[in-house]
């Protein structure tokens, strides 16, 4: 995996030699240099392993886009701040389907290096909510699921988002026996 900042001096270097055709008169060597200096500099900006990685992912490849994610060996050095926080809600959403503990530091890195999109923080923060409310931490899931609704601005996540809160709601209701209502005087009489 290249260093992000090998992408950038390519881009230079063949805009350079585009500038130098451009100077010879070869307008169409100068065009061809020009877009692919465009594609390198694309690429800064947008990894090409997690494009990749989306593609596999949104037809349910979960081992494909694992493959491709595994490619990048030292994310730091080779993405941007935004492709570091793609790259932790890629593998959140692969691994929350094994280790939930896992996922949750995946997401929480997400959150922080931010994502370009109000839909992926809708979804990662989400997310977030579900492993909380799992874990019995109603106030901090209750907080979440309140950010994703208020990031989810074209309304993809609002089926989940409601069925996040109904889960919530019947949780909160005290489980009711049947049969053994009353007063306490009754149960002690019917258990005589």
């Not at 995996?1 to 230079?12: G, W």
């Not at 935004?82 to 997400?110: C, P, T, W």
């Not at 992926?120 to 409310?133: E, P, Q, R, S, V």
């Amino acid at each position: 995996m290249y260093n992000k900042i090998f992408k950038l001096i390519l881009a230079v270097g063949i805009f350079g030699v585009a500038i130098w055709q451009f100077i010879d008169g070869e307008i169409g060597n100068g065009i061809m240099y020009l877009l692919l200096s465009l594609v390198f500099l694309f690429l800064y900006f947008k990894n090409e392993f997690i494009l990749l990685a989306f593609l596999r992912l949104r037809k349910q490849d979960f081992d494909g886009a694992k493959k491709w994610l595994n490619k990048i060996k030292n994310p730091e050095a080779a993405l941007v701040k935004k492709q570091q926080g793609y790259y932790n809600f890629l593998h959140g959403i692969m691994v929350s389907q094994d280790n939930v503990n896992e996922a949750e530091r995946y997401f929480k890195k997400a959150v922080s290096l931010g994502l370009s999109m109000d839909h992926d923080m809708a979804m990662a923060k989400l997310n977030l909510a579900g492993i909380a409310f799992s874990k019995r931490r109603k106030q901090e899931a209750t907080k979440l699921l309140a950010e994703a609704q208020k990031l989810d601005k074209q309304g993809m996540l609002t089926d989940q988002i409601k069925m996040m809160k109904q889960n919530m709601k019947q949780a909160q209701m005290p489980k009711q026996h049947y049969g053994q209502g009353g007063s306490l005087r009754a149960q002690k009489r019917r258990s005589r």
